[in-house]
């Protein structure tokens, strides 16, 4: 048994784990494979590639799918409920906790064609209020790469909205194209989060 969800909504979206059970592999890898469209845009400041072939895709869920059973991560699809691109994979939200530090770490990547419709703050919200009311923890931490605008922009947003701040510049802290890079960390507090939460 897992302490995360199989699935949750939002106003707009639905999440999915990612799991062996539920999740296709083939439909993962052709929207992360190398090729697929716009994906040099989407991994330029991800510490992830693209795929070289399926395999990558069915190896990544069953990782996550041991990271869920076990509690230790959930990793979740994500898809819009409404609209012209409703059910498509839009995206992967993640949500890592330490336990011993009463800390979460929010991760999060949407394909081109879901950029710039709030999308970001609206799955942040919906992840803040598992960690918090779900999973009683303390704070929640997010990053990005100072080179990325939009994230900076989508983090700037949310982390008002909710009260939170930002914390600073982390040296050497993430890994892009086998290169060490910087990054930006903001965190929310449970405290702040719950004065800003309606």
Same mark, same amino acid.
């Given at each position: 048994?897992?302490?995360?969800?199989?699935?949750?909504?939002?106003?707009?979206?639905?999440?999915?784990?990612?799991?062996?059970?539920?999740?296709?592999?083939?439909?993962?890898?052709?929207?992360?494979?190398?090729?697929?469209?716009?994906?040099?845009?989407?991994?330029?400041?991800?510490?992830?590639?693209?795929?070289?072939?399926?395999?990558?895709?069915?190896?990544?869920?069953?990782?996550?799918?041991?990271? +869920?059973?076990?509690?230790?991560?959930?990793?979740?699809?994500?898809?819009?409920?409404?609209?012209?691109?409703?059910?498509?994979?839009?995206?992967?939200?993640?949500?890592?906790?330490?336990?011993?530090?009463?800390?979460?770490?929010?991760?999060?990547? +949407?394909?081109?064609? +879901?950029?710039?419709?709030?999308?970001?703050?609206?799955?942040?919200?919906?992840?803040?209020?598992?960690? +918090?009311?779900?999973?009683?923890?303390?704070?929640?931490?997010?990053?990005?790469?100072?080179?990325?605008?939009?994230?900076?922009?989508?983090?700037?947003?949310?982390?008002?909205?909710?009260?939170?701040?930002?914390?600073?510049?982390?040296?050497?802290?993430?890994?892009?194209?086998?290169?060490?890079?910087?990054?930006?960390?903001?965190?929310?507090?449970?405290?702040?989060?719950?004065?800003?939460?309606?």
């Amino acid at each position: 048994m897992s302490l995360f969800p199989t699935e949750l909504e939002s106003d707009r979206l639905r999440y999915e784990r990612l799991h062996p059970d539920d999740i296709d592999p083939f439909e993962l890898y052709e929207h992360v494979r190398a090729g697929a469209p716009h994906i040099d845009e989407i991994t330029e400041h991800v510490t992830w590639e693209p795929y070289d072939h399926p395999q990558e895709a069915l190896e990544w869920i069953e990782t996550c799918g041991e990271n +869920f059973e076990d509690s230790d991560a959930a990793t979740y699809v994500i898809r819009p409920k409404e609209g012209d691109r409703a059910g498509e994979l839009a995206g992967l939200a993640g949500i890592q906790p330490d336990w011993d530090r009463q800390l979460a770490v929010l991760g999060v990547w +949407f394909r081109k064609p +879901f950029w710039g419709r709030g999308y970001s703050g609206e799955r942040a919200g919906r992840m803040l209020e598992l960690a +918090f009311d779900r999973l009683d923890l303390e704070v929640v931490a997010v990053t990005h790469d100072p080179e990325n605008d939009n994230s900076r922009r989508a983090i700037e947003r949310y982390v008002e909205r909710f009260g939170g701040r930002r914390e600073g510049r982390i040296r050497n802290d993430i890994v892009i194209d086998g290169e060490p890079r910087d990054s930006i960390r903001y965190s929310i507090s449970s405290e702040e989060w719950r004065a800003n939460r309606g």
